[in-house]
């Protein structure tokens, strides 16, 4: 821990944090909050830019307690939930992420989505990478 204090301080890290995916993400947005609920989704399309396969591990936010990447699968002749654990994009592969399909759900959403606010998302890749982004909160009506 006192390394890496160190290298902080030497500005030695920088590069490290400066090499975030080669991923363009378009259309961010948040479902407003519905009364009487606490978890809500996370929508936007993602694309890889680079040459290399890359795998979405993970996300972040601080607006709700947990946060996971999910998608809907018809099972049974019913819609249901999945959480995907990893989800990968080959080079030029778009995915877009959208109410029926892969969202980011979120579990325990702090203070409720207004239309208008910004929710920051970090999406955390395989090889350590990580990008984050703002998304709007849409009006639901
Ligand atoms: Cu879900």
């Not at 301080?9 to 407003?32: D, Q, R, T, Y």
């Not at 699968?73 to 992420?97: K, N, Q």
């Not at 399909?101 to 890749?125: I, S, W």
Request: glycine share 8%.
């Amino acid at each position: 821990m006192q390394v890496l204090k160190i290298l902080l301080a030497l500005g030695l890290l920088l590069p490290i944090s400066l090499s975030a995916a080669e991923v363009e993400i378009s259309n961010p947005w948040v479902n407003e909050s519905i009364p009487g609920t606490e978890n809500g989704a996370g929508y936007f399309t993602i694309t890889n830019t680079g040459s290399s396969v890359i795998s979405i591990v993970g996300a972040t936010t601080a607006a709700s307690r947990a946060v996971e990447v999910h998608q809907h699968v018809m099972r049974d002749g019913m819609m249901r939930m999945r959480r995907v654990p990893e989800l990968t994009l080959e080079p030029s592969a778009t995915v877009v992420f959208q109410p029926g399909g892969y969202h980011l759900m979120l579990f325990g959403v702090k203070n409720a989505f207004k239309p208008g606010d910004q929710v920051e998302f970090t999406l955390q890749f395989s090889d350590g990478d990580s990008v984050s982004f703002d998304a709007e909160v849409r009006s639901i009506r």
